[in-house]
């Protein structure tokens, strides 16, 4: 027979409570010996865990920043065929441009090409009368007289757009750059370009051209259309083809009134 009284871990735990004051007999567990605590290796995975949430959320936030401060390419490949609209929305023919605008139109008519916020000029130099003033056989003119054309309304300077850069016919401010009646002025900062020479510059401070609209006319429908654009790209951009979305099929005339300044230098 084993004598638990002392040898046995039970006897221990008995002998060690039998010790005790009556009453004050309690549970005995085993003592277990105290773990060291590493507060070296404590603080390292302290600052892993923080680095790691700090570059998770740096992360998320750099590639958010980047994702928004590249703008999306937004544009065409190449120039489209887009059919022009009158102001009332019926296909703009040849005989209607002839018969109600003319050289002395005194309003601003554009149409959007090839992007929705490319605004450009459709002007008829012809004269409004046989043998008045006007133009004809102008550069890329379109029309039975060749005079009907289609600039960028956006000035080459700093891109003023129309109608602070308009048309006005001629006669209408006391002196013309260079004495051509045929202008296009922006009332920003004075220049202005000959609309009968594919607006080549005649005045500064705008040095380049505004880009043309190459016009056709589909003379089996009598229709007009804007094919292709020529000269340099519209002020402001590197491509005239990039930084909005295309016009589509179509693309209808809008009207505005000039700003009229006349402070040509
Ligand atoms: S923006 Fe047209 S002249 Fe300056």
Redesign the pocket.
């Known amino acids: 027979m084993i004598d638990c009284s002392i040898d046995c871990p039970a006897g221990a735990l008995a002998a060690r409570a039998a010790e005790m004051p009556l009453g004050q007999v309690r549970w005995l567990a085993p003592v277990a010996p105290p773990q060291e605590v590493d507060e070296t290796k404590r603080n390292v995975l302290k600052l892993l865990a923080v680095a790691g949430l700090v570059g998770a959320a740096g992360g998320g936030l750099v590639g958010g920043t980047l994702q928004y401060a590249q703008p999306p390419s937004i544009g065409l490949s190449a120039f489209p065929r887009v059919q022009l609209l009158d102001l009332d929305g019926a296909p703009l023919t040849v005989s209607k441009v002839e018969s109600e605008y003319n050289v002395m139109t005194n309003d601003v008519l554009t149409f959007a090409y090839p992007l929705r916020n490319e605004p450009n000029f459709l002007i008829n130099l012809a004269p409004s009368t046989p043998g008045g003033i006007g133009g004809t056989n102008a550069k890329n003119g379109i029309g039975t007289r060749k005079s009907i054309v289609a600039f960028s309304a956006i000035?080459q300077?700093?891109?003023?757009p129309a109608p602070?850069?308009a048309f006005y016919p001629p006669g209408t401010c006391p002196q013309t750059p260079g004495g051509r009646p045929f202008y296009l002025h922006?009332s920003?900062?004075?220049?202005t370009y000959d609309a009968a020479d594919g607006a080549s510059n005649l005045t500064g401070?705008?040095i380049l051209p505004l880009p043309q609209v190459m016009l056709e006319w589909q003379t089996s429908d009598d229709t007009i259309w804007a094919v292709d654009e020529v000269g340099p790209p519209v002020n402001g951009r590197l491509s005239t083809l990039q930084g909005d979305y295309g016009v589509g099929n179509q693309s209808k005339l809008s009207r505005q009134s000039p700003i009229t300044l006349c402070n040509i230098v």
């Open positions: 000035c300077h700093l891109g003023c602070n850069l922006c920003c900062h004075g220049s401070p705008a």
